[in-house]
């Protein structure tokens, strides 16, 4: 039968026998079935073999059906809740999308449980991995650490060297006053002598340690410098950290003259907010009291000693014997002038442990992570890990394939046959 | 055909319900109301399972099993749907689950499938041969035939009850007549059809 002959379709035909036509496409089908001989057959054909079919009856139902039926009908409206058919029936209701379903329902939870708790455990060996692997500048996050932590490194040199530099240049005069009341005292013998046990004015070491937290960093450091030279103070020690991501701090031992130490403090506190102080102080009047005592009698022995050489005369070994006493007092002697010099230094120069910190703000643009580098980095890294795993999948497949094949066959065959077997019992069903 | 239910058919003395308000009475606690759709299915809903089961006894299980899960789900019955179509619905999920049990029992548990009923006379000889014709059909199309044939479905609901488009089920349906016309007409090798061919002058 050929379409472009007939206006009408074949299927057309039949669904115009099942009644399944508009009434005007019906109409159509109908005029042409009067015309056209082999349509009118065709339809025919469709007719006789309903009625070929109609010829397929079935036995009335069994009076037992009814009864059983027509029973939990009764149970039913007289309000009984329904016996719920066994669970055996109901899972045998299920279609296969039913089991496809549930299967890759618990399937998916499965592996997302999976999935989310060995995520944490690979990336965290996936770093360690990549720590050990490129150890110089590979991956973006060593790289930066390194360059944070070694930024105030390469800082700390420099600025010490400065501070240390302003410290000789402003130390000498200091130690030449220091000296110079030495001498005074040491000149004055007598009058020193005579003050000592008149007055004993208690000498206190005096050391505090403050942290103080700053808002403009820049700024405070420029004022420590100014409050420093103001009270002819100075700085030991100083380190300064700039580190990326955390905010900038600065630790300093700063030595500030006894008297101003008060007022220094005062304005070391108005850098910023106070986080902590602590102040001790230290009596060394004993301790000092002490040094002078022995320091004058080695003085004196060292004055007997010399009155001996200048008076007397004798044999050449003696007075080398005396000579060589003297020098020996003679070390004696400076060694304890430089303790004595030292003890005083610690009462007249207060030490100021001082850490500056900065407050910190988060930056959005952390200027030295540029973000071309990291895109480039990761776009590596991505590269690296995708060739590394497929690299693994072969490797896998080398290894392992035989043997899956292997397993395959003895475990696949009896299932296919199995699923053949009941392919073709159910098409007969 | 001779199944097929009409509304008209029951109740002649007063006004025809639907199946649809039947259904919906006797949720409400009215057991005539089923006894009425029992009366107008039972022998449409048997023959949808005795066509497709070969097992007599079988099918009339299936038949009851499927008016219980009807009772059962009563409460839960939505109007929306038309009750013949509903009802098919659900005596085609309980075939689907007998035949995957008896095809999974039969290959696994090496029980025979269900065989079909011996030849006693040239009556029951003409259904074994319709039965065997319509076998040879490609499964789908075999559905469709029988739902389209027996129960008087339409298209629309064919589709809907098998989750096909509408075109596939009439060229399917279409291909389905052809075969088996073809294969009613020419007997050829086969003894049976020569006896249909009898059965069916005779008739």
Known sequence: MNTVIHPVAPEEVMAFLDGELAETEAQAVSAHLDRCAECA?????????????AQWTVPPVPSSLEEAVMNEATYVAAGHVPTRPSLNLRLSMWSWKHWALGGGGVLATALIL?????????????????????????????????????????????????????????????AQAAKASAERRGGGGGAARAESPA????????????????????????????????????????????????????????????????????????????????????????????????????????????????????????????????????GEIEQMEAEQQALEHRVEFASVDLQLTEEYKAELNPPSASVSNRLHNAFVAGLRNAAETVLGIVLFLEEDGPVLLIWLAILGLPVFLLVRRYRRVRAKL | MNDAPRDSETDGSQTPQSNEQLMVEFSRGQTDAFSA???????????????????????????????????????????????????????????????????????????????????????????????????????????????????????????????????????????ARQALHDLLAAPASHPAAQEFAHSKERL
Do not use: C, W
């Open chain 1, 41 to 53: 057959d065709l339809a025919e054909r469709f007719r006789s073999t309903s009625e070929s079919l």
């Open chain 1, 114 to 174: 999976l999935a989310g708790s060995s995520a944490i455990l690979f990336h965290s060996n996936r770093l360690a991995k990549q720590r050990v692997a490129y150890p110089e500048s590979a991956t973006t996050e060593a790289y930066y650490q390194a360059q944070a932590t070694d930024q105030p490194a390469a800082l700390e040199p420099r600025q010490s060297a400065v501070f240390g530099a302003a410290g000789a240049l402003r130390f000498p005069a200091l």
């Open chain 1, 199 to 330: 007055a004993p004015a208690p000498m206190i070491a005096r050391s505090v340690s403050l942290s103080i937290v700053v808002k403009d960093f820049a700024a405070a450091r420029a004022s420590l410098d100014l409050i420093l030279a103001r009270h002819r103070g100075y700085a030991a020690q100083l380190t300064a950290a700039t580190q990326e991501n955390a905010p900038r701090s600065l630790q300093a031992s700063l030595r500030i003259p006894a008297p101003e130490l008060a007022a220094a403090l005062a304005e070391l506190k108005t850098l910023g907010r106070m986080q902590n102080e602590t102040q001790s102080g230290e009596e060394v009047t004993q301790q000092h009291a002490d040094l002078a005592a022995r320091l004058q009698n080695s003085r004196e022995t060292e004055e007997r000693l010399r009155a001996i050489l200048e008076q007397r005369t004798g044999r050449i070994e003696d007075v080398l014997q005396v000579e060589q006493e003297i020098a020996r007092v003679r």
């Open chain 2, 37 to 175: 759709l029992f009366a107008r299915y039972k022998q449409p809903l048997f023959g949808f399972f005795r066509r497709r089961v070969a097992d007599p006894a079988q099918a009339e299980e299936l038949t009851q099993e499927t008016f219980l899960a009807v009772l059962r789900a009563a409460a839960r019955y939505q109007q929306s749907a038309l009750f013949r179509t509903y009802l098919y619905a659900v005596g085609f999920k309980i075939l689907r689950a007998y035949r995957r049990k008896a095809a999974f029992r039969a290959t696994f548990l090496g029980e025979q499938p269900p065989g079909s009923e011996p030849v006693i006379d040239n009556a029951i000889e003409t259904q074994a041969l319709m039965r065997q014709a319509v076998g040879r059909l490609e499964r789908l199309d075999r559905e469709i035939l029988l739902l389209r044939e027996f129960e008087q479905l339409s298209y629309a609901e064919i589709a809907g009850l098998l989750g096909l488009p509408l075109n596939t089920v009439r060229s399917r349906l279409f291909r």
